[in-house]
């Protein structure tokens, strides 16, 4: 029995492992939708309350101050011009109550003169998450565009750390 | 020993339902590779009988109007002058015997004029699917044109309901 | 207690399952943050040693070959002048020690002469898989370009046998 009993715990322990990178793809495959919908509520349920969101062109603190982007412009115009913000598959670390999420980002925005898009931003992307009364939130995203600088490189050479 | 049954139980059911997040998973990302293979049968596997697919630019009923499609112009002058249909990671809410899933789409296709591609459009996409006889069937597909319209923006704002 | 011991032998074949297809996912997804890092070391360790990269534009055979392309010209030109490698939604075939990885690829690069990206390629590929001492690695790539070739379709015709 004591056998029996000790399997099952190790099962449930991978299980556990597996359910929580469901968790935190979750978390990360919901932002997009989110935020081209412009629901910053359904934003702001994504990351901490103290969460960091820091890009190249600027750095905001707290949830209020992502919420606060996504209502305004320039963030605004860019859904109602025709806007699609995507990832590509990220790549989990995780590590107890903590994750460490890799990916690169697409901004994709209308072009007024044409029938197609342009990439307007990509970027590589950094998430921090962890287990928070029992959810998975952000807790800190750096996002730097991949625009030759050494910033970007370094980002991207983390995520094997 | 009902201890351990129940647990062992406990345990099935949440291991089936990470399975079927990946059945999930199997089924949308077989898409993309086949429409742009060509490959119209692969194409209608993937779908119910019944299964309805709503573009912004139409809408198809059945599983054979999604073939007939794939094997017809202009989907065959795409692929034949080089086009790609991607997805970003897709969001999956899992109820039992249904899901919804949630994500972007590219469609990018190769310049005649110069050594690259262009982004031709950029959709919200909401993806309905259904257990059917043990494997899991796309019943509805709703594609949104990021075009700054509400319609896309409804959408993407369904995908945590 | 046979029978609970017979159960729970069966779930963990099933967990062993979603667990290898993670650790492939783990791989792919981090192929291209690797890449875009120009870390050499971490992108050989991805693959076999004894890996074939089959590009439509030449073949690198083995696992210096392949980091000998990192560190060199044109991709370290490409890095410094902007550039990432992104992947969608990898549909992935288990087989017991091997498996088969379907998915498109974006080389999308800044562009000098204004603030955004043009996609450069857009390829299909197909990545074969196997378990090495106890580790998921590639032992061959083959990537073609969405030029509406017959090259491109085949290979993603092939992701469903």
């Excluded at 997009?32 to 702001?44: I, K, L, R, S, Y």
């Excluded at 600027?58 to 320039?74: D, K, Y």
């Excluded at 990832?87 to 109550?97: K, S």
């Amino acid at each position: 029995m004591t056998d029996i009993q000790e399997k099952l715990d190790a099962l449930l322990d991978r299980v556990r492992v597996l359910e929580d990178r469901a968790a935190i793809g979750d978390v990360l495959s919901a932002y997009g939708p989110a935020v081209d919908a412009g629901d910053a509520e359904a934003v702001g349920r994504l990351w901490a309350p103290d969460a960091v969101y820091d890009l190249d062109i600027g750095v905001m603190n707290g949830r209020a101050a992502i919420t606060e982007m996504v209502r305004t412009s320039p963030h605004q115009d860019y859904i109602h011009g025709g806007c699609g913000h995507l990832l590509d598959p990220i790549n989990i670390r995780l590590d107890g109550d903590t994750a460490v999420a890799t990916c690169h980002s697409l901004l994709v925005r209308r072009n007024t003169d044409e029938d197609s898009f342009r990439v307007w931003r990509a970027s590589a992307n950094r998430f921090e998450l962890a287990r928070i009364d029992g959810e998975w939130k952000i807790t800190r995203r750096t996002a730097r565009l991949l625009d030759g600088s050494a910033d970007a490189r370094e980002l991207l050479g983390r995520a094997s750390d």
